[in-house]
């Protein structure tokens, strides 16, 4: 029996710091469970542009598509604003995306009991919040042909091109609909079938595909209103499934409902490989954040409940990903927290590296 593989992606800013957190993590599950992980290591984002001068090499790329999973810290900086858009980090990220086909992206908003004054809305309206936004990842405005800057009666044009297929619908939705069996069997469907044509397909086919899982109570809004009820009132949504620009900024603004978007994590899952499992790559919502970057501030949670996702999703390991989820939940009770969940009453937050101790720690008592 062959050991499970993860290729590791650091990326840029604090990426590597949060990723040697989560190889705490992995060291453990040798230690304690007994699962010895063959992890690689490889660069993207502006790390791979510095050596081999584009975001992610062909490589790398190749790598990704024969692991079990990928685990992909964060990419981008400003030193790299001025490179053309062909190459700039966030190019290696979508690349991975597309290449390895993961359509379905995979973003729980939780929001833990230690954490719920922290919120930027009052406690009752998100204690206890637990949703998940499914956002298709592959396709939409973000992929649309044809695209670019070119120049009519003088004067400069963008263009971006909203596309669906009904097959890219139908595959999101379905990951989604059983997702929602798994959970309490609600699912809202946001589009804006109101002023977009692609927003019309996708209701119709979210409405056929739904025949297919009669025991969930299927929804529809549109996804501006959506964006007001997820502040207005979040706990109406178990699941909730939407497009790729949508879904981009949806789950951000589902992210700051739980305080601090070093706190999320993040699946993306694609085509089965012959193993049966979807290929996967698992990363934190967060970004590079430059502003911190080598001072020991960053939260390395996001990270390492992306590796418990990726135990959960990837390898079958259901049973240590709760663990990992319950270690990171018993941390934040005792009052740990690092600079980014600082409350207004102040305190001495702890480092990237004491938080990552200290959920090893929570994991071995």
Known sequence: ?????????????????VMAEVKKVIAWMDTAKGVTFDVSEDLVGGAAYDK????????????????????LGAVGGPAYDDLDFSVKPERGLLRLRKEMDLFAN???????DALADFSSLKK???????????????????????????????????????????AEIERGARAAFELAMKRD???????????????????????EVHADYPEVELSHMYADNGAMQLVRAP?????????????????????????????????????????????????????????????????PIACILSFAMALRYSFDMGEAATQVEAAVEKVLADGARTADLMGPDGGTPISTTDMG????AALNA
């Open 106 to 112: 995979l973003r729980p908003a939780q929001c833990f």
């Open 52 to 71: 081999h001068g584009v975001p992610l090499s062909d490589a790398t790329m190749a790598a990704a598509q024969e692991v079990d999973a990928v685990l």
């Open 357 to 360: 101790d200290a959920i090893i």
């Open 1 to 17: 029996m062959t050991n499970p593989s993860l290729l590791i992606l650091a990326g840029d800013g604090i990426g590597p710091e």
């Open 124 to 166: 009752d309206i998100v204690a206890g919040l637990d949703i998940m936004i499914v956002r298709e990842l592959t396709s939409g405005v973000y992929f649309g042909e044809p695209r670019g800057i070119h120049t009519e009666d003088n004067m400069r044009v963008g263009i971006n091109t909203q596309r669906y297929t009904e």
């Open 235 to 299: 706990k109406q949504f178990d699941v909730i499934y939407t497009d790729n620009l949508f879904g981009d900024i949806l789950s951000d603004c589902a992210a700051m409902l739980t305080g601090s978007l070093g706190m999320l994590p993040s699946a993306s899952l694609g085509v089965p490989m012959a193993n049966g499992r979807p290929k996967a790559m698992y990363e934190p919502v967060h970004g590079s954040a430059p502003d911190i970057t080598g001072q020991g501030k960053a939260n």
């Open 185 to 207: 069997k609600r699912l809202c469907s946001m589009e804006k079938a109101n002023v977009m044509e692609s927003g019309i397909l996708w209701r119709d086919v979210v409405t």
